[in-house]
Nanobody, 116 residues
Framework: VQLVESGGGMVQPGGSLRLSCAASGFTFSTYDMSWVRQAPGKGPEWVST????????DYADSVKGRFTISRDNAKNTLYLQMNSLKPEDTALYYC??????????WGQGTQVTVSS
């Protein structure tokens, strides 16, 4: 199993970024997938989850209305569209495969920095 995130970078407050997570080594379409972030000096924070069927989504209150999770099962890729970014969104963003009530595989993360 391999998860590889990309798309991070530095952006000004109010800006947008689109993160991608390329999955391989498993049947991507059959797993729920999540984005999790970790800010400097803080513990991991769940951001969003998208069910295997691609329909049901859930978001942390801190990102609801600004972030959109999606997936392309034909490309084995998970996305996170982030709009109206705030400095408090600065973190290392990971995609993770959901297994029961936990995560069994994580990517290496992609850094998002929101600063003027």
């Amino acid at each position: 199993v391999q998860l590889v995130e990309s798309g991070g970078g530095m952006v000004q407050p109010g800006g947008s970024l689109r993160l991608s997570c390329a999955a391989s080594g498993f049947t991507f379409s059959t797993y729920d997938m999540s984005w999790v972030r970790q800010a400097p000096g803080k513990g991991p924070e769940w951001v969003s989850t998208l069910k295997a069927g691609g329909g049901s989504t859930d978001y942390a209150d801190s990102v609801k209305g600004r972030f959109t999770i999606s997936r392309d099962n034909a490309k084995n890729t998970l996305y996170l569209q982030m709009n109206s970014l705030k400095p408090e969104d600065t973190a290392l963003y990971y995609c993770a495969r959901v297994y029961w009530w936990a995560y069994d595989y994580w990517g290496q993360g992609t850094q998002v920095t929101v600063s003027s």
